[in-house]
């Protein structure tokens, strides 16, 4: 039996909504996210290799631009907590705003931009598990320009939440989903014609041998990349363990993001 492979693995992703034949399944991801029906969308076609997966020029991230406004979008998908999230948004965000404009022309033909990140980490000092942010005057709250627009979403939140059958952007959500229920996974296919088509290429991808080797070698890129992460913390730990001796395991757990039960082991090593 074929093991369905991780819709949020960054390669499965970009192949589930980045190439031509997943047209609608990108638009009507956007359109339940977005709010509004998004149609007659250009996805920005990048192939992707054994070579270039790995990249970090955001080759993996999807492009697409909706033809009838010139409106772009960005999608990106971040598995890991490496604490510069808003930042590395913010730049991605401001490099497709300003792409192909040139020296000279009208600031008026910019055209708004909207970046979209799929998280699979707390981040937000907030209980929803989809957020929205424009600029705002910061006392009249009125809104400046709408050309700036950025979406984050919180699988660790979502998680928590009832899914709503009915509510289209959940069943995408549970559809992205690595241990959705089987039986969830049975309902949404029958409720969503989209999804159902989703799910078939999810399958075929799950049975391509060179899809599964793209995908274990960024499994593998990822796995690496968070044990450097976790190793560096548990360095930073042992530094404020040895360096504050009045410092409490919950205040390390807090400044380090590592769990309690590794702070307690930690202290036993460097606090005899």
Known sequence: MTVRLKPLNDVIFKKLFGEEDSLDFLEGFLTALLGFEVTDLLIESEKLSIENINDKQGILDIKATMSQTNEKINIEVQLSNQHNMIERTLFYWSKLYTENFKKGEDYTTLTKTIAINILNFDMLPINNFHSK???????????????????????????????????????????????????????????????????????????????????????????????????????????????????????????????????????????P
Do not use: C
Request: glycine residues 0%; negative net charge.
């Open 133 to 271: 942010y424009q600029l705002f005057e910061s006392q009249e709250k009125t809104l400046l320009t709408e050309l700036l627009e950025i979406h984050f979403i919180e699988y660790p939140k979502f998680k928590k939440y009832t899914a709503d059958l009915n509510n289209n952007l959940h069943r995408w959500l549970l559809f992205l989903q690595e241990d959705v229920p089987a039986k969830t996974l049975e309902e949404v296919i029958e409720m969503d014609k989209t999804i159902a088509k989703a799910e078939s290429k999810l399958k075929r991808l799950s049975a391509d041998e060179e899809t599964k080797r793209m995908y274990d070698l960024r499994e593998k890129f990822l796995s690496d990349t968070k044990t450097q992460i976790n190793g560096e913390k548990r360095e930073i730990a042992k530094k404020l363990l040895k360096k504050y001796k009045a410092m409490s395991i919950s205040d390390v757990a807090e400044m380090t993001d590592l769990p309690i039960d590794q702070i307690e082991r930690l202290e036993r090593e460097v606090r």
